[in-house]
């Protein structure tokens, strides 16, 4: 069964600074797809950002990236120029490629940013 | 206006009451899901509805049933609530056919059961 891994609880960073959040993943498949959601205090689950694991290259949406690496089966968010409505639960998920809608959810890691 | 909608947002109720939960979309997806989530844990599927003749029980379906009264419309019920059903209860909407399949999610029901 696949697993996904967030090892890091809780991070902080200054704000304007990058930060980096880790997620591995655990999985014996070649087609799936990685997300990363946020949950502010607002507590709505919102779409960061996606990954097809199909394509080499990284995806990127405005001030946050990924840096997918297939092999080490690591997928791991950089949020650069942090801003203090950055602040939030940030999730990582895989979904298989085939049918199987499921998503398979990290325990999440806590994102503080200082002012 | 939201894409994904869920009412009520917050509800206290007590042991042995049933309660509903509701969700609302306007995406025009045709598949839909519940989902619970607890403190320092990510988030756990219920039920998914692939369309309003297909529904399918989740990881944790236990005290919990559906209904998908439209393609827009799919309520999550707890027949008799008991205080380890006490979470944050999420809907979230996708379409099969476009956008790799990402689930949207609504803004969440917290429950609480007493």
């Known amino acids: 069964a696949q697993t996904v891994t967030q090892s890091q609880p809780e991070m902080s960073v200054q704000e304007a600074e990058t930060v980096t959040l880790s997620c591995t993943y655990d999985?014996?498949?070649?087609?799936?797809?990685l997300f990363w959601y946020k949950q502010p205090p607002s507590r709505q689950m919102i779409l960061v950002i996606r990954?097809?694991?199909?394509k080499q290259q990284n995806a990127t949406e405005n001030r946050f990236s990924v840096n997918f690496q297939k092999a080490a089966k690591s997928f791991s968010l950089k949020i650069s120029d942090s801003q203090l409505g950055d602040a939030a639960m940030y999730f990582c998920a895989y979904r298989s490629g085939d049918s199987n809608y499921q998503l398979i959810w990290g325990a999440g890691t806590k994102l503080i940013i200082k002012p | 206006d939201a894409d994904v909608t869920q009412t009520p947002r917050n509800r206290i109720t007590k042991t042995g009451k049933r309660i509903m939960l509701e969700c609302s979309q306007t995406k025009g997806h045709d598949r839909m899901y519940w989902y619970r989530q607890d403190p320092g844990l990510g988030l756990r599927l219920i039920y998914y509805s692939f369309d309003v003749k297909d529904i399918n029980k989740g990881e944790i379906s236990d005290g919990y049933s559906v209904s998908r009264q439209a393609q827009a419309k799919f309520s999550l019920s707890l027949e008799s609530a008991i205080p380890n059903q006490t979470a944050l209860y999420f809907c979230a909407t996708s379409d099969a056919l476009w956008d790799t399949d990402t689930q949207y999610f609504g803004p969440g029901t917290r429950l609480t059961v007493l």
């Open positions: 990954q097809e694991a199909y």
């Open positions: 999985t014996s498949e070649s087609d799936y797809y």
